[in-house]
């Protein structure tokens, strides 16, 4: 049996400025531009840039994400990382295609996460913190969902899964194997669109559409 893959923690060397690899999309670019006009400065759209970062890298920001979120801005590398790794949504090392994040916080602790998270250790033969070596899943454990009254509750991309029990979670991953939604790179993008407004949403469409982007 092939072993989990295991999360790395090292920190990655920030690449030099010869080394930059600029690899945003043109529609992740007009998608910043947008989102510039929302702030008095660049700076202040650092998260959303952030969550652009994570689409366009593929579920997690590598050193050469956040140096080019800090070149877009900017920005100094040390800056945005400092950001980047405050917060738990970006993440810092490869993930699997889905992240299944149980919230262990008190209430879903007291109605069973805990056997909720071994559970799906057992099922799916990784710790926690691990990914499967298909790639497909990353178990973790996150504070309250703000969803209490249907603990336990687990996030899986751009939705919640309330008042678990094993047989819906067996029914969760066997969806889930055989689908294409729900992803990391999908919860990314739908958190970019949130930030934009309709018009800029369907200006950049139309813009697609027609080939200008
Ligand atoms: S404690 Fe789990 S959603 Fe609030």
Redesign the pocket.
């Known amino acids: 049996m092939q072993e989990p893959i295991i999360r790395i923690t090292e920190r990655p060397r920030p690449p030099r400025p010869e080394e930059l690899n600029l690899r945003f999309s043109e529609r992740a670019v007009k998608e910043l531009e947008a989102l510039f006009t929302h702030y008095p400065d660049k700076k202040s759209a650092m998260l959303p840039a952030l969550w652009i970062a994570q689409r366009e890298y593929g579920g997690h920001l590598t050193a050469d994400a956040i140096a080019e979120v800090a070149y877009r801005l900017g920005r100094s590398y040390a800056e945005v990382e400092g950001v980047a790794t405050f917060y738990t949504m970006y993440n810092k090392a490869p993930v699997g295609k889905y992240m299944l994040e149980v919230?262990t916080?008190?209430?879903?602790m007291l109605c069973g996460a805990y056997r909720i998270l071994e559970y799906l250790e057992q099922k799916l033969g990784i710790k926690l913190g691990e990914t499967t070596p298909d790639g497909l899943f990353t178990l973790t454990e996150v504070e309250?969902?703000?969803?209490?009254g249907d603990?336990p509750?687990m996030q899986v991309g751009d939705i919640y899964c309330r008042r678990l029990t094993p047989e819906k979670i067996d029914e969760l991953i066997e969806q889930l194997r055989n689908s294409e939604e729900h992803t990391v790179v999908q919860l990314a993008d739908a958190e970019v669109q949130i930030h934009l407004s309709e018009q800029e949403r369907e200006k950049i469409e139309r813009e697609a559409a027609s080939g200008i982007i």
């Open positions: 919230c916080n008190l209430t879903c309250c969902l703000n969803n209490c603990a509750v």
